[in-house]
């Protein structure tokens, strides 16, 4: 079992910045990918932006130009760097890490909640 810890949710006006942090137990180069989702009440979990094991990323276009995802291989932790929040920003932000070969298990974190007020 694999456990994902996030950090880094509160309440932040609109304009302004969070950055969350996401550590694994186990060293995330050994996941095809590690990812961020959020997901709004009465809404979908939806994918926020995603790394892979060679770097490349890919973004949402609904964040693009103000949200970056970067990794740290020696402190097995993922970021989401979140600029010019706003409001439809507000979700509970998930951590997920893409399992590598197909008899693996993906894993998700519990989840933190990302508020932007008008």
């Known amino acids: 079992q694999v456990q994902l810890v996030e950090r880094g949710g509160g309440l932040v006006q609109a304009g302004g910045s969070l950055r969350l942090s996401c550590a694994a137990s186990r060293s995330i180069s050994s996941f095809n990918s590690m990812g961020w989702y959020r997901q709004a009440p009465g809404s979908q979990r939806e994918l926020v932006a995603r790394?892979?094991?060679?770097?490349?990323?890919n973004y949402a276009d609904s964040v693009k130009g103000r949200f970056t995802i970067s990794r740290d291989n020696a402190k097995d932790t993922v970021y989401l760097q979140m600029n010019s929040l706003k409001p439809e920003d507000t979700a509970v932000y998930y951590c997920?890490?893409?399992?590598?070969?197909?008899?693996?298990?993906?894993?998700w974190g519990q989840g933190t909640q990302v508020t932007v007020s008008s």
């Open positions: 997920h890490a893409e399992a590598l070969r197909p008899y693996e298990y993906d894993f």
């Open positions: 790394i892979s094991r060679e770097g490349s990323r």
